[in-house]
């Protein structure tokens, strides 16, 4: 029997979000990297998976999202009410999933990133739109609401095997260099995926009045007239035809969007070089091929 792909790029409507695989990669495959022979480590997967999608769930209502990634939202279509309440039962399932694993160190990993994703969360509603925000800020967002489930996900699987701090450790910082590199890359393709690729329009964290590191990056190196557009479009939200091309030409002319890049490739070779701990096998290529995929991607 034929495998079957993860990914159909053939099929009508843009791919899926690549988060949710990567994350999985890292459950399941920190697992086995550290000897992990057993099961459990599939319905824990499931559980970060949970953690997310109730955090997305919760994300669009807050945000009055009415599309994710090209699609309708869930509370575009059912209302904010079931929306939550799904979001809600998520939550819960994962914890009831945590508790019938029995590890209270597992549990104590995954409920404190609940916690710091919730946080994260508040952090970027108040960064939201002030383009006073700061590199250092913004990297609290993203290490908060990408990076901290990657790093969660990683570090179970030690936790699982029964392996030294030391390696629990190194993992707990792959993925968290690896969530980092993902974020970044997610952001600059804001500016420069082509649609029919990324899966969502181009220019949509703009239009959100989202601040990303291009932005701050553009925002920093720009002159006063420009510094005067992105207040108008991203604080006021006063965004009219041109503007999105405007932004777009701005980010490039300061090189925000080769920056970004560059940053993220630097995570991804902190993510590679925590890997150093383990011996070499074809389950540390692939962890460390998935570092390399996460800033190389076009979607």
């Known amino acids: 029997m034929a495998p079957v792909p993860i990914i159909d790029r053939d099929r009508d409507g843009p791919p899926p979000s690549l988060e949710p695989l990567f994350r999985l990669l890292l459950t399941l495959g920190c697992a086995r990297l550290c000897g992990y022979r057993g099961e459990r480590h599939i319905a824990l997967a499931a559980a970060v998976e949970f953690i997310h999608t109730a955090t997305l769930l919760h994300d669009d209502v807050v945000d009055a999202s009415d599309l994710r990634r090209g699609r309708d939202t869930a509370n575009a279509v059912w209302g904010n009410k079931p929306a939550v309440l799904v979001g809600d039962f998520l939550f819960a399932r994962s914890f009831q999933l945590m508790v019938e694993d029995g590890s209270l160190q597992v549990l104590e990993i995954l409920s404190r990133t609940a916690a710091i994703i919730a946080e994260g969360e508040v952090h970027q509603l108040i960064t939201a739109n002030d383009t006073a925000t700061t590199e250092a800020a913004y990297l609290e967002v993203i290490e908060a609401k990408t990076a901290a489930l990657f790093a969660a996900a990683s570090r179970i699987g030690a936790v ?24 970044l890359v997610d952001d600059m393709l804001d500016f420069s995926a082509r649609p029919s690729e990324f899966g969502k329009s181009v220019g949509d964290d703009f239009r959100d009045g989202k601040i990303t590191l291009p932005i701050v990056l553009a925002y920093a190196r720009g002159d006063s ?75």
């Open 160 to 183: 699982l095997a029964e392996r030294p701090i030391e390696e629990e450790e190194a993992l707990g910082r792959f993925g968290r260099n690896l969530g980092i590199a993902y974020q």
């Open 225 to 299: 007239e420009e510094r005067a557009f992105w207040r108008r479009t991203l604080e006021e939200g006063e965004q009219g035809p041109g503007d999105l091309e405007r932004a777009l030409r701005l980010v490039e002319r300061h090189g925000a969007l080769a920056e970004t890049l560059a940053r993220a490739r630097a995570y991804a070779a902190a993510a590679i070089d925590a890997l150093s701990p383990f011996p070499a096998s074809p389950l540390r290529r692939a962890l460390a091929e998935s570092a390399a995929f996460a800033t190389e991607r076009g979607f």
